[in-house]
C-alpha cells in the first residue's frame, strides 16, 4: 500500500510563511524524485518545486527565493518550506512522488493554503 499523507496548509497572512510536509510509506522512497504542485481556482496545476534523488532542486520562477524543497530520506518524508508568502500563494498543494519520470506516479491528498491580504 502506497500512501503520501500531507500536513502543514492552513491560513497565514501576507509575508508570513508556512512548512508543508509529506510523508511517504510503501515505497523505496530514496530512488523517487518528489516535489509539490498546487492548484488554484480555475488554474492550471503547476509544478512548484521538486528535488532528485541526488538532490537538485528545481523551482517555478514564482516561488524562486521564497520557497524551499527537502527530503528527509532516513525519515521518508519531504518538506516546502514557504516564507514570504503572497495572496497569489494561495491553492491547493499536492505532494508527489515519482519514479524514472513519470514511470510511476503516487500523489498526496492535498492540503489547502490560504493566504490573506
Known amino acids: 500500500q502506497v500512501q503520501l499523507v500531507e500536513s502543514g496548509g492552513g491560513l497565514v497572512q501576507a509575508g508570513g510563511s508556512l512548512r508543508l510536509s509529506c510523508a511517504a510509506s510503501?515505497?523505496?522512497?530514496?530512488?523517487?524524485?518528489v516535489g509539490w504542485y498546487r492548484q488554484a481556482p480555475g488554474k492550471q496545476r503547476e509544478l512548484v518545486a521538486s528535488i532528485s534523488t541526488s538532490g537538485t532542486t528545481n523551482y517555478a520562477d514564482s516561488v524562486k527565493g521564497r520557497f524551499t524543497i527537502s527530503r528527509d530520506n532516513a525519515k521518508k518524508i519531504f518538506y516546502l518550506q514557504m516564507n514570504s508568502l503572497k495572496p497569489e500563494d494561495t491553492a491547493v498543494y499536492y505532494c508527489n512522488c515519482d519514479y524514472s519520470r513519470g514511470y510511476l506516479k503516487y500523489w498526496g491528498q492535498g492540503t489547502q493554503v490560504t493566504v490573506s491580504s
Open positions: 510503501g515505497i523505496t522512497f530514496s530512488t523517487y524524485a
